[in-house]
Structures are given as C-alpha cells and as structure tokens.
C-alpha cells in the first residue's frame, strides 16, 4: 500500500550537514507515522526519529537530538531527515518507515513498510 523511496544520502566531513528525503507512493501516507532508522555494519537497525501523522508530535533517539530535525509534507508525500554537526559515529545506512495509523513506536518490527535504504558516510 504504501513504497518508500529515500534519496540524499552520501560522504560528507564531520561537522557537515546532509538532508535525507522520502518520497512516498499511496494514498494512505497522511495516515501514517513516519519514522528514520539506521543501521551501521555488524549492528542492529536503531530508531532514530518518528513524526506523528495525528499532530506532527516528533521523537527522536537521544544521540541525535538537537542535531537532526524530521518534518513531513503531506501534500508531497514526503518526509525529511535533516542533519546537522555530523559526527563519524552517524555513519550508517538510513531506512525510512511507515507505519500505518501508528502511535510513535521506537521499534523498528512495528513499521509496515521500508524503502531501500541511503548510505550516510562521515568522515572525519
């Protein structure tokens, strides 16, 4: 019912900043949490930020905050991940998720549907 495509990604120093975009497909997106997760080799898939579709409400994984912002556009069916004072430890493949009528889940077996994944790569 839903794909998702993400774009974005690439190398970039640390201290930079990279925006992260995903484009949905389907009518049920202004339905749907949306939600940015990570994961770097040989580790787990880390929740890294949702937005509600309620209200907008928006969450994110302590290691981030005051650094990354996510925002939607539910007119473009698109979601944002933007960040900022990026460190080497930020280094990983970043995945959108959806989750149909969600309630802000931090796991990543409560989303429904997954885009292919951007790589993220920062230098130091």
């Known amino acids: 019912q839903v794909q998702l495509v993400e774009s974005g990604g690439g190398l970039v120093l640390a201290g930079g900043s990279l925006r992260l975009s995903c484009a949905a497909s389907g009518r049920a997106f202004s339905r749907c949490d949306m939600a940015w997760f990570r994961q770097a080799p040989g580790k787990e898939r880390d929740f890294v930020s949702v937005?509600?579709?309620?209200?907008?409400?928006?969450y994110y994984a302590d290691s981030v905050k005051g650094r990354f912002t996510i925002s939607r556009d539910n007119a473009k069916n698109t979601v944002y991940l933007e960040m900022n004072s990026l460190k080497p430890e930020d280094t990983a493949v970043y995945y959108c998720?959806?989750?149909?009528w969600g309630a802000g889940a931090r796991s990543s077996r409560q989303y429904d549907y997954w885009g292919q994944g951007t790589q993220v790569t920062v230098s130091s």
């Open positions: 937005i509600r579709w309620t209200d907008g409400t928006t």
């Open positions: 998720a959806a989750q149909l």
